[in-house]
């Protein structure tokens, strides 16, 4: 297995799969670099397994406000970060580590974009997801502003919303379904959901969505008047790369508002049903797409050649 990554990451060395990044930047310049971020990310992850799906969000958040240029992780008073759609970023600390290690190994040459790129593909593989080969050569960007974070996708976003934030990225319908499938591991708060159990519209008290022998579990799990913060997992596997999240999307036992209306949703229900094996619709591998599909995420808007820096720690611009 190793041996085989290695031979196609040495034969795609030149390969360009988009925008002045290609697979194997680092091959001479810092040759350990991959080697680095995934030990870094797997020393976090086993003392805190909740880091893989916090890389993915975090990666997601990144490039989605002014490309994947690490803007997300600048410190600072009203920079991304502090948006309260950054709340609870989990895994900076795993960034952070390989940072440091490889501003020994090789000062000054490995981005913290290109190292949130890897670590969230490292993240997906520990929780029994497949690799991918991960384009890099992205440079980090100086800007990070919250008042643009405010226009990330939210837990109550229409299908046609999400569609259009997506395409506003380059990202299709299969894209976005691809890519919301990475909630097959990771959880959510009561506050974000509770309302489809008990207020969800003023003709419907419980979102008709929900499957009914699935809402005592849930209303057990989140209380009227509990705790909202209380966490719940996304799927029924929150700690398994695989494909039941969109069984639960089936289902109606989808957490989410948002997941369960791309299984209500006429444009994205196929995808779904074509991860789900379902007759007569041409079959999606699921871990295949999300490979692909997080390639083309993770290169939007992204910097290269002499645009933006190389950060020296990942929290502050140079
Ligand atoms: C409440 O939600 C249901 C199911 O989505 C919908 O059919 C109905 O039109 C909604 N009612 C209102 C008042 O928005």
Request: proline share 4%; hydrophobic share 40%; with cysteine.
């Amino acid at each position: 297995m190793q041996l085989v990554l290695f031979l196609l990451l040495a034969s795609a060395t030149t390969l360009a799969l988009g925008q002045g990044t290609r697979v194997g930047f680092y091959s001479a310049s810092c040759p350990r670099a991959e080697t680095i971020v995934q030990a870094a990310v797997k020393a976090r992850f086993q003392s805190d397994p909740t880091i893989a799906p916090g890389l993915l969000r975090m990666l997601f958040h990144d490039c989605f406000v002014r490309g994947c240029d690490a803007s997300i992780l600048i410190d600072g008073p009203s920079t991304e970060k502090t948006s309260p759609a950054n709340s609870r970023l989990r895994g900076t600390e795993a960034i952070d580590d390989a940072k440091k290690q490889l501003e020994v190994a090789c000062p000054g040459v490995v981005s913290c974009a290109d190292i949130l790129a890897l670590a969230t593909r490292d993240a997906v593989v520990l929780t029994t997801g497949r690799g991918w080969l991960v384009p890099t050569g992205r440079r980090d960007g100086r800007v990070s502003l919250a008042s643009e974070a405010s226009n990330l996708p939210g837990f109550t976003e229409s299908v046609d919303s999400q569609k259009q934030k997506f395409a506003a990225k380059g990202l299709n319908s299969q894209d976005l379904v691809t890519l919301v499938g990475g909630h097959t591991i990771g959880t959510t708060a009561c506050q974000f959901f509770r309302y489809r159990l008990y207020s969800f519209n003023n003709t419907h008290a419980v979102d008709p969505a929900i499957d009914p022998a699935f809402l005592p579990q849930l209303r057990s799990l989140c209380p009227e008047n509990g705790d909202g913060s209380a966490r719940v997992g996304l799927d029924g596997s929150p700690a398994n790369f695989d494909t039941s999240f969109f069984t639960n999307l089936r289902n109606g036992r989808g957490i989410l508002e948002s997941d369960q209306m791309l299984w209500t949703d006429a444009s994205t229900k196929p995808f779904v049903q074509r991860y789900l094996g379902v007759r007569g619709l041409q079959a999606l591998n699921f871990n295949v797409e999300f490979g692909r599909a997080m390639v083309k995420m993770s290169n939007i808007e992204v910097k290269t050649g002499t645009e933006g820096e190389i950060r020296s720690v990942c929290s502050k611009i140079n």
